[in-house]
Nanobody, 116 residues
Framework: QVQLVESGGGLVQAGGSLRLSCAAS????????MGWYRQAPGKQRDLVAD???????NYADSVKGRFTISRDNAKNTVYLQMNNLKPEDTAVYYC??????????WGPGTQVTVSP
């Protein structure tokens, strides 16, 4: 089992920045990819960005050039630096860890609110 603890959400004005962190514990040897998903009210949960053990990254088109995902394998932590935030980025952000997408673990979520 893998436990994920998120931090760093909050309220920010449009154009501002936030940094999310997610620390993994437990059976971390099972993890190959970590990432972030988000879910706005009334919408499905969508991938924002993820990163493999080897550092290969993947981003949603809507955040390319604004968000940067990084990972510290020694600390079992993944980060999401979010710059130039827009109101449409408002959502609950969930940390995800998975084993080749066959096993998935989720954090409880952290709220990000961007005001106009």
């Amino acid at each position: 089992q893998v436990q994920l603890v998120e931090s760093g959400g909050g309220l920010v004005q449009a154009g501002g920045s936030l940094r999310l962190s997610c620390a993994a514990s437990g059976s971390i040897f099972s993890i190959n990819t970590m990432g972030w998903y988000r879910q706005a009210p009334g919408k499905q949960r969508d991938l924002v960005a993820d990163i493999t053990n080897g550092g290969v990254t993947n981003y949603a088109d809507s955040v390319k050039g604004r968000f940067t995902i990084s990972r510290d394998n020694a600390k079992n932590t993944v980060y999401l630096q979010m710059n130039n935030l827009k109101p449409e980025d408002t959502a609950v952000y969930y940390c995800n860890a998975n084993h080749y997408r066959l096993l998935n673990w989720w954090g409880p979520g952290t709220q990000v609110t961007v005001s106009p």
